[in-house]
């Protein structure tokens, strides 16, 4: 399987002819502007993955493969905002509906397998996978999850549509703040502290979200503090850390602040 470019064969493998129809992708539509990371989580990928494995498999990839493709995508853009990321679509129209939802990015071991991840209660299953069935999945895609529903496609045939829930798990938290010398503001209660540490990491805590400690409460939220320091437990393991926990796609943590835990210096 090769690809001539300058009349020398390459290689027609599927990084290749991927990043050919990402290049064709940014040159047809320039406004996008996305990189190929960025792309590969977006639902003209998903239009084109299926056109991509076509030419692998084939070796033999055209230049009217890419306008075909190039051309549905112009189509489905007349309906949709550019650039239309799938992530986007599950989280926006789950919310319509009054879920929480959302997908996990593909990489490179998850290319052409769907999963979304849905807070939604048994009652709602036939209505979550609907939605997903009729405007959430890209054609030739495979649905990963535990929760499955048995339903067909429009011409008939018998489908399972498959997502998952929330796994939820807590987080505890510890704040230290350190008094700015000859502040004149007001120094706030612990339940005060607690209060506006609680409502920074609802607003930012949601389905896949990682644990950011730095950003629920900083000297903005206590004017006067010369610096505020927020640690969490390693989630259960006794061992307090200020860095970046990533979470799963599907994960969920609710916060605990003791106020044993809000130190003021």
Same mark, same amino acid.
Request: glycine share 6%.
């Given at each position: 399987?090769?690809?001539?470019?300058?009349?020398?064969?390459?290689?027609?493998?599927?990084?290749?002819?991927?990043?050919?129809?990402?290049?064709?992708?940014?040159?047809?539509?320039?406004?996008?502007?996305?990189?190929?990371?960025?792309?590969?989580?977006?639902?003209?990928?998903?239009?084109?993955?299926?056109?991509?494995?076509?030419?692998?498999?084939?070796?033999?990839?055209?230049?009217?493969?890419?306008?075909?493709?190039?051309?549905?995508?112009?189509?489905?853009?007349?309906?949709?905002?550019?650039?239309?990321?799938?992530?986007?679509?599950?989280?926006?129209?789950?919310?319509?509906?009054?879920?929480? $939802?959302?997908?996990?990015?593909?990489?490179?071991? !998850?290319?052409?397998?769907?999963?979304?991840? +849905? &807070?939604? /209660?048994? @009652? *709602?299953?036939?209505?979550?996978?609907?939605?997903?069935?009729?405007?959430?999945?890209?054609?030739?895609?495979?649905?990963?999850?535990?929760?499955?529903?048995?339903?067909?496609?429009?011409?008939?045939?018998?489908?399972?549509?498959?997502?998952?829930?929330?796994?939820?798990?807590?987080?505890?938290?510890?704040?230290?703040?350190?008094?700015?010398?000859?502040?004149?503001?007001?120094?706030?209660?612990?339940?005060?502290?607690?209060?506006?540490?609680?409502?920074?990491?609802? $607003?930012?805590?949601?389905?896949?979200?990682?644990? !950011?400690?730095?950003?629920?409460?900083?000297? +903005? &939220?206590? /004017?006067? @503090? *010369?610096?505020?320091?927020?640690?969490?437990?390693?989630?259960?393991?006794?061992?307090?850390?200020?860095?970046?926990?990533?979470?799963?796609?599907?994960?969920?943590?609710?916060?605990?602040?003791?106020?044993?835990?809000?130190?003021?210096?």
């Amino acid at each position: 399987m090769f690809l001539f470019v300058d009349g020398v064969p390459v290689v027609l493998d599927f990084a290749r002819v991927e990043y050919s129809f990402y290049k064709a992708f940014i040159t047809r539509f320039p406004e996008a502007n996305i990189s190929i990371s960025q792309w590969r989580g977006s639902y003209e990928y998903q239009i084109a993955y299926a056109a991509i494995q076509l030419q692998v498999e084939n070796g033999e990839m055209t230049l009217e493969a890419l306008d075909a493709v190039l051309g549905s995508i112009a189509k489905e853009n007349e309906q949709i905002k550019r650039p239309a990321v799938l992530h986007s679509r599950v989280s926006e129209r789950f919310a319509e509906l009054g879920f929480e $939802a959302t997908l996990r990015v593909p990489d490179i071991n !998850t290319r052409g397998i769907v999963a979304i991840c +849905v &807070d939604a /209660p048994p @009652a *709602a299953s036939e209505l979550v996978a609907t939605t997903i069935r009729d405007e959430l999945w890209p054609a030739g895609q495979f649905l990963e999850g535990d929760i499955e529903y048995p339903t067909a496609i429009s011409n008939g045939q018998p489908v399972t549509i498959r997502w998952t829930t929330p796994i939820e798990g807590n987080a505890n938290f510890r704040v230290t703040i350190t008094r700015a010398r000859g502040s004149q503001y007001p120094i706030e209660t612990v339940e005060e502290i607690t209060g506006k540490f609680m409502t920074n990491y609802s $607003a930012q805590m949601g389905i896949g979200s990682d644990i !950011t400690p730095a950003t629920y409460l900083t000297t +903005v &939220d206590l /004017p006067w @503090a *010369a610096a505020v320091t927020v640690e969490y437990d390693e989630l259960g393991g006794e061992e307090w850390a200020t860095s970046v926990h990533t979470s799963a796609f599907n994960q969920r943590y609710a916060a605990k602040l003791e106020p044993a835990n809000v130190v003021i210096l």
